[in-house]
């Protein structure tokens, strides 16, 4: 028998104009909310990542952080 979905946490996210798109446009095209979406991206964390890509891709998005925030 599948677990149970239950949202126990509320967390008061920002994203970027672009993660919401991306968030958004996933949970469409799965036939999902928001909420769901990353539910899933989240408990599904390491099997949904490239295990080589995510360390290059993490140092470029912290290299860029700064600047993106001004």
Do not use: W
């Not at 799965?30 to 991206?41: H, S, V, W």
């Amino acid at each position: 028998m599948p677990k149970r979905l239950r949202f126990t946490r509320r967390l008061n996210i920002a994203l970027s104009e672009d993660a919401y798109r991306s968030l958004k446009r996933f949970s469409e095209e799965a036939g999902i909310t928001q909420d769901e979406a990353l539910c899933f991206l989240f408990e599904h964390f390491g099997s949904v990542t490239d295990d080589q890509a995510l360390p290059h891709r993490l140092r470029l998005f912290k290299a860029e952080l700064e600047e993106r925030k001004r």
